[in-house]
């Protein structure tokens, strides 16, 4: 084989390789993933709604979510930053001690994307041990950061004993921005019985202060769901999955 063509040849290699790496991307597209993808979706039983939040556990922000949330007898589930969670472990057993489920988010917030093989993997096992350690639990979810899933990704946990869960519904609480009611109704906008929300429970990631627009917008959405007669709770309490031939959108059934 020629120079020229043993260049080729390894140029074609590396893009499919490439290719590869990439093709989980397509799940971050919401209303792909929702319709042929349910289980990354987070989709569960239809009088179900999943509660999530990213990015903590955030030492100024996350005890004014935990208080809310104890005081409406509501948990949820926390996908958790490494990188967060070592500045404040006593706060994570304290979280667990409060019935949320705990889960992995990575140990940095970086997008997998840009990472290989060996890195992804050394992350997420960074990450799954470091929240093992402070719950005294192993976690068995993972979210990856911005949502972008990869080959990589599926593989190590796959390998890891994780299974990758995203969200059917955000309130892009993290702009700028956003206000309590831009978050409220971008969240009752694509959500379903049975659906996952995402939320953000610290702005180490996200505009300074935003995690204070996202508390004051909890309550309100708290109250749509239960009017909406769907039980609010963890991941893990999400159940099967059953999916009625019609879905019914909570801001109609109210």
């Known amino acids: 084989m020629t120079a020229a063509r043993l260049t080729r040849a390894t140029a074609v290699a590396s893009a499919a ?20 993808m349910p289980k990354l979706a987070g989709q569960g039983r239809p ?10 556990p955030d030492h100024l922000s996350t005890p004014h979510f935990l208080r809310l949330l104890d005081a409406r007898g509501v948990r949820a589930t ?14 994570a057993r304290e979280m667990t001690d409060a019935g949320h489920e705990i889960a992995v988010h990575g140990w ?32 068995t979810l993972f979210r990856p950061p911005y949502g972008v899933m990869t080959t990589s990704a599926h593989l190590a946990c796959r390998r890891l004993g994780l299974t990758p869960v995203l969200w059917t519904c955000w309130g892009e ?23 996952t929300i995402l939320l ?11 995690w204070r627009t996202t ?9 749509a769901c239960q009017e909406g007669g769907r039980e ?16 019914t959108s909570l801001r109609s059934s109210r």
């Not at 609010?232 to 879905?247: D, F, N, Q, S």
């Open 78 to 91: 926390f996908f958790l930053l490494g990188s967060m969670l070592v500045r404040s472990p006593g706060l």
């Open 17 to 36: 390789l490439a290719a590869l790496h990439a093709a989980p991307v397509a799940s971050t597209f919401g209303p792909l993933r929702n319709r042929v």
């Open 173 to 195: 609480d993290w702009r700028r921005r956003a206000t309590p009611r831009s978050v409220y109704d971008t969240v009752l906008r694509d959500l379903r019985g049975g659906g």
């Open 200 to 210: 953000h429970d610290s702005d180490c990631t996200s505009a300074t202060g935003s």
């Open 108 to 139: 940095y917030h970086r997008p997998l994307l840009l990472r290989g093989p060996r890195a992804t993997y050394e992350d997420l096992a960074r990450a799954r041990d470091a929240v093992a350690t402070a719950t005294g639990h192993p976690p």
């Open 47 to 56: 009088d179900h709604i999943a509660l999530t939040f990213d990015d903590g």
């Open 215 to 223: 508390l004051t917008a909890l309550p309100r959405i708290l109250d």
């Open 232 to 247: 609010v709770g963890p991941l893990r309490e999400h159940g099967a999955r059953t999916v009625p031939r019609r879905h």
